[in-house]
């Protein structure tokens, strides 16, 4: 029996604009398991942002729920939230949000550092970390020194430094070229061969089919939830 990672049931997100209400997030129910590759798909104004905040608990939902790990996110205050995303969660975001003033060991232990692991470990943990995307040798080195290649790379080891229960990737290859993009993506792949949960949101249908499944947000519904060689006889 696969067991669910994500759980969200009826979600809604309201926003009040002047008089008007806007549902950005209309009703959605959706169930991720572990080990899944799934691309949340959709064109902008879609809603597919403000569901990503909500399952990356940047954010809570007008109603309904959503569990994590078995742990109900929906009604956390912002200090639960911090404590959730930092246990569970792996960011890797478009623009790569590397601190410039730090290395790039200092930016992979950040997470940690705010989990409280110790010096030596943290430092452990992040440079296996940087193994593991391949700039062990360059850890010395800044942000700028860097490509956008190698600047997401280094988002990505931050991400899995603190071991998450889900890698959250926001258009992961959204700032880079299409030969980049393709060794990020298979990245993405590789670490899910290796059992890591991943959720990709993406405004483009050429990204969204390179994960196992897709889920389609139009108008702040889903309307397509399945696997991706079905999705890719639509599109």
């Known amino acids: 029996m696969r067991e669910p990672l994500i759980e969200l049931k009826d979600i809604y997100k309201i926003y009040q604009m002047g008089d008007e209400e806007v549902h950005a997030n209309d009703g959605i129910t959706l169930t991720i398991y572990k080990g899944e590759f799934v691309a949340i798909v959709g064109k902008s104004g879609s809603g597919k942002s403000t569901l990503m905040n909500i399952i990356g608990a940047l954010d809570v939902p007008t109603s309904g729920s959503y569990y994590l790990g078995g742990e109900d996110v929906s009604d956390m205050s912002?200090?639960?939230?911090?404590?959730?995303?930092?246990?569970?969660?792996?960011?890797?975001?478009?623009?790569?949000?590397?601190?410039?003033?730090?290395?790039?060991?200092?930016?992979?232990?950040?997470p940690?550092?705010?989990a409280g692991?110790?010096?030596?470990?943290?430092?452990?943990?992040?440079?296996?970390?940087?193994?593991?995307?391949?700039?062990?040798?360059?850890?010395k080195n800044m942000p700028n020194q860097l490509s956008g290649g190698q600047q997401q790379r280094v988002s990505i080891a931050r991400a899995l430094a603190g071991d998450p229960s889900l890698i959250l990737a926001d258009e992961p290859t959204g700032a880079l070229d299409s030969r980049t993009s393709r060794e990020v993506l298979d990245f993405l792949k590789q670490l899910n061969e290796e059992g890591n949960t991943i959720v990709m949101i993406t405004h483009d249908n050429s990204i969204a089919v390179e994960a196992k499944r897709v889920v389609r947000i139009h108008d702040g519904k889903i309307n397509f939830d399945g696997d991706v060689n079905d999705y890719a006889a639509i599109i």
């Open 78 to 110: 912002d200090d639960q939230l911090a404590q959730i995303r930092n246990r569970m969660i792996g960011f890797i975001f478009q623009q790569y949000n590397l601190l410039p003033k730090l290395n790039l060991l200092e930016n992979v232990e950040l």
């Open 112 to 114: 940690l550092l705010y």
């Open 117 to 139: 692991v110790g010096r030596e470990e943290r430092r452990e943990r992040a440079m296996v970390s940087l193994e593991r995307v391949g700039l062990k040798e360059k850890w």
